[in-house]
């Protein structure tokens, strides 16, 4: 059974930082993507970051330049590095994985919440 297990939420100043970790575990078949959305109320869910296998970024424009995505193969896991934060980054992070095979669907994990107070 795949699971996604989310952690480094919180609360942080304006101006500050912080890291998300998604650490995927169950995995029998080969992922095409691991990513960061959010969500904040009343707004839909948007992109913030996915990495492909072979490193390939793709950043949502709100984050460009602040927020950094890196991932361990091997390991299965995903981080996201948060600088220069600002009361918009409020939101929970979804931890998203894209399987090669379209037909599995995606996986998410729980949410973590992220805070920023201006």
């Known amino acids: 059974q795949v699971q996604l297990v989310e952690s480094g939420g919180g609360l942080a100043q304006a101006g500050g930082s912080l890291r998300l970790s998604c650490a995927a575990s169950?995995?029998?078949?080969?992922?095409?993507?691991m990513g960061w959305w959010r969500e904040a109320p009343g707004k839909q869910r948007e992109l913030v970051a996915t990495?492909?296998?072979?490193?390939?970024?793709n950043y949502g424009d709100s984050v460009k330049g602040r927020f950094t995505i890196s991932g361990d193969n091997a390991k299965n896991t995903v981080d996201l590095q948060m600088n220069s934060l600002k009361p918009e980054d409020t939101a929970v992070y979804y931890c998203k994985l894209q399987p090669n095979a379209v037909y599995l669907g995606d996986y998410w994990g729980q949410g973590t919440q992220v805070t920023v107070s201006s």
């Open positions: 990495i492909t296998r072979g490193g390939s970024t």
């Open positions: 169950g995995i029998v078949f080969s992922i095409k993507t």
